[in-house]
């Protein structure tokens, strides 16, 4: 029977408090995290060096099955391509996909799965695909399973988090936080871990431990199965609760929520290019000295890891003394708050590239320092922005779409993967300054989109 409006969604921690002042469930859903995490970054740091470097060697490439089916539908699409144009491109298609097919696995877990089945079913096809990656000839499979093991996986383990939690309760923001804390540490150990064992020892070491990390993600999730939030679907199984209609007020939510998505693509899109140009200009365009030291560019990537670990962990810190107080700021100006530490990232990065400009008044490089400011604010805009979105929709989403609304928060993330690459296409038309002043324009337009509606925003949620 449909669960009347007063007790839904069913939350079944929400008086728990046994992980840390948590319930229990958000323990073993961090470790699960932690471990996907740990493997699904790890590999997208490996992926063109494993492709360029062993995979597509003569000797090798011949073996991997239906692989030449697929070089010539690449080849059809993009003309002729060289072993790095291929694994470029792999990778390309491959993250567009990883993105758009979370939308998918949150309609099938709304519908026929439930969230537990549907991450069980997940963390299945992920440590297999893991395991047929080792062994090579079984490279196009592997990437075919990992792309469905994600999309069951990632809507339903951060719906999960969110229905941990009764109504108004605080506690559900800093959960998210401390996701986005175990997210990260995964993703920075790998590097440390799988490619250093890929590089010095051999590619097959690095992948064998990208898929241990996998494994024991799904086995942390096994483990803490039982602590998980009950099914809720429009069709019914046994343990799991049926869904209510649309009202007229959920497509309202519904509304605000596409609008909080589509900036949070903005951010994302803009902040990605952190990882698209900002690599390539700093390689030869900033002074990065150190003690008479050389840091490598890739030091950078350590930064923001770090950076975006210790920006959430404070955030959590000040969302919990704000929460106690009378009056703690809604989301809607938490996300503006992040907003604004955004627009001032690429105005300080703008300015530092106006400073190393050759010529009269300039520098020659642009100082280290600029580019480190990038970082601090940029990774500590992530949290309020990114994290906090997170959170309203997977609170306030209706529970008949409640997944696949975040489904649709990570397909707009793939969108905005998309603008990286549209908008990094002007790096060598404009000059730096410009380029990065661009990018701090498209933001300051989102930050007056929430300053403008945000409290119309606010009050569609109340609602």
């Known amino acids: 029977m449909t669960a009347p409006a007063d007790t839904w969604p069913a939350q079944d921690g929400a008086a728990d408090r046994s992980f840390f002042g948590h319930p229990k469930g958000l323990g073993y859903l961090l470790g699960a995290e932690g471990g996907f995490a740990f493997a699904y970054y ?37 003309g ?79 719906g999960q988090i969110g229905r941990l939690y009764g109504a108004g309760d605080d506690r559900r923001t800093r959960a998210f936080g401390l996701y986005l804390i175990a997210l990260n540490t995964g993703s920075l150990i790998a590097p440390l871990v799988a490619g250093t064992l890929g590089e010095r020892l051999g590619w097959t070491y690095g992948l064998t431990a990208l898929a241990s990390g996998m494994a024991a993600g799904a086995l942390c999730y096994r483990l803490g199965r039982r602590h998980m939030p009950r099914d809720v679907m ?11 209609p649309l009202r007229p007020r959920d497509l309202r939510i519904v509304g605000v929520l596409l609008v909080l998505i589509v900036l949070n693509g903005v ?41 975006t670990v210790l920006g959430t962990a404070l955030a959590v810190r000040l969302w919990t003394a704000q929460d106690r107080g009378p009056a703690a700021p809604s989301e809607i100006r938490r996300i503006t708050i992040g907003a604004a530490l955004a627009v001032a990232a690429f105005a300080v990065l703008a300015l530092g590239a106006w400073l190393g400009r050759p010529g009269p008044g300039g520098l020659g490089m642009t100082p280290l320092i600029s580019v480190a400011g990038f970082f601090l604010l940029i990774d500590f805009a992530t949290p309020w922005s990114d994290t906090v979105t997170l959170t309203v929709v997977s609170r306030d989403a209706p529970a008949t779409v409640n997944t696949t609304m975040i489904g649709v928060y990570y397909l707009l993330i793939g969108v905005g993967n998309f603008m990286t690459g549209f908008l990094g296409g002007y790096a060598d038309r404009m000059t730096m300054p410009a380029f990065w002043g661009l990018h701090g324009a498209i933001l300051g337009a989102a930050l007056l989109v929430l300053l403008a509606f945000g409290a119309a925003m606010r009050r569609g949620l109340r609602d």
């Open 42 to 78: 790890g590999l997208q740091t490996m992926l063109t060096l494993y492709m360029t470097q062993a995979l597509l060697k003569p000797g090798q490439v011949e073996h991997v099955w239906g692989f030449s089916a697929y070089r010539g539908i690449l080849q059809h699409l993009y």
């Open 80 to 158: 002729p391509l060289t072993p790095l144009g291929i694994a470029s491109q792999t990778f390309g298609l491959s993250q567009s996909l990883l993105y758009a097919l979370p939308l998918a696995g949150g309609f099938i877990a709304d519908r026929w799965l439930g969230q537990r089945r549907a991450v069980m079913l997940g963390f299945v096809m992920l440590t297999a695909a893991f395991a047929l990656l080792v062994a090579g000839p079984t490279f196009l499979v592997a990437l075919l399973l990992m792309i469905l093991g994600v999309g069951l996986v990632k809507t339903s383990m951060i």
């Open 234 to 244: 429009l069709t019914r199984h046994e343990g799991a609760v049926k869904a209510p």
């Open 267 to 307: 951010f994302i899109g803009i902040y990605n290019q952190a990882w698209n140009v900002l690599p390539v200009w700093a390689e030869a365009h900033v002074e990065r000295h150190i003690l008479g030291f050389l840091a490598p560019v890739t030091w950078l990537a350590t930064l923001d890891g770090l950076l």
